[in-house]
């Protein structure tokens, strides 16, 4: 099978996985009883699943699972493999961890334990940043200081695809256009021998973006933090194992332009919790998502704005790694952001007067 071919039939096999399943596991949830309640910091008004990232993570690891045995990754060296592998177990440890709170709502200081448990051992099997490459002074290796720079990267991203998962597609959206975006850097920067993380980006591109089927508002499931961790956990593994790594500046950088959105909100968030004496994991509304609503607008122009920001942060990474017709991207970006953001300032207009 050519080499194209395979990107193609990971995201299309994901797709297909996560659109037939999602109904199933919708179905199996209400039945069970397993659904999320209405309440004051909730936006729906009626009962909903929230295990979704079951039909997302099985969509993901059907499409990975194919792949491999059609003989996509290759022969990858043993560092390399070590690396893909340690990527795919740490995903699939945040997604029971999430799956796990999912069922049994565990309190904060567990999550958040495991998370750490759980990057660390990614870290330890090859999911790692050692150095970075800064321009006019070189390589810089980070030493022992890697692995907690690691760890907060990787617990850090699952919280904040999590975080933004509060509005009807935000989460499903935000982390497909990242994924789409991560696969095409991957493929023209990324490192030498980078086609597996490229797969796995395919899959977890076609797992979210299938998945918004039934997540668009309104909603007919959500994702649970079984999917929103697992989905950020792998964006971050995927920026680390197939970015980070490579010796170009422009690469090393890429996965934070990407990711800007959620980075940017979180960072935003936690540092408006503590500059007024707040726990910075204490839940509130001073989400980008919340203040937009607050402001009168919907829930699908909030959503879609934040869509068209991940897509302009992922056009400009586009642009600067020299990606054919990037910088046409960009521009084309711009324009929908301008036209959104518009939209957006007249609804909010309206609705005010």
């Known amino acids: 099978m050519p080499g ?18 999602t109904p199933i596991v919708n179905h199996i949830g209400h039945l069970t009883g397993y659904v999320d309640q209405p309440g004051e910091r909730k936006i729906h008004n009626r009962p909903m699943v929230r295990l979704g990232g079951v039909a997302i993570f099985l969509g993901f690891i059907v499409a990975v699972s194919l792949v491999w045995l059609l003989g996509a990754f290759g022969t990858p060296a043993p560092e390399k493999k070590m690396e893909i592998l340690g990527l795919l177990i740490g995903a699939l440890l945040f997604f029971f961890i999430g799956l796990a709170d999912d069922l049994f709502s565990l309190s904060p200081s567990v999550r958040l334990f495991l998370q750490i448990v759980v990057a660390s051992l990614a870290w330890y099997w090859g999911v790692k940043i050692d150095f970075i490459s800064l321009p006019f002074i070189g390589i810089i290796d980070l030493g022992w200081f890697g692995a907690p720079l690691t760890i907060v990267w990787l617990v850090g991203m699952a919280n904040a695809i999590n975080w933004i998962d509060g509005v009807d597609g935000l989460a499903a959206g935000v982390s497909g256009i990242s ?23 395919a899959s977890l591109a076609g797992a979210a973006l299938g998945f918004l089927r039934y997540n668009f508002n309104p909603a007919q499931i959500f994702m649970g933090d079984g999917g929103s961790y697992f989905m950020g956990f792998t964006l971050a593994g995927l920026g680390t194992i197939g970015l980070v790594k490579s010796l170009a500046v422009t690469a090393i950088l890429l996965p934070y332009l990407i990711l800007a959105v959620p980075i940017v909100d979180m960072t935003f968030v936690i540092l408006s919790r503590i500059s007024q004496g707040r726990s910075p994991f204490l839940a509130d509304k001073r989400h980008l998502h919340h203040r937009l609503l607050n402001a009168g607008i919907s829930q699908k122009s909030t959503v879609l704005f934040i869509y068209a920001l991940t897509f302009w942060v992922g056009s400009l990474a586009l642009g600067f790694s020299n990606v054919p017709s990037g910088w046409g991207f960009a521009v084309a970006s711009t324009i929908i952001l301008l036209y959104v953001g518009w939209q957006i300032w007249r609804e909010r207009s309206i609705n005010q007067g």
């Open 179 to 201: 994924a789409v975006v991560m696969l095409i850097v991957t493929l023209f920067v990324g490192r030498e021998g980078g086609a597996g993380a490229a797969l796995i980006a």
């Open 4 to 21: 194209d071919l395979y990107y193609i039939t990971a995201f299309v096999v994901s797709l297909v996985v996560v659109l037939i399943s």
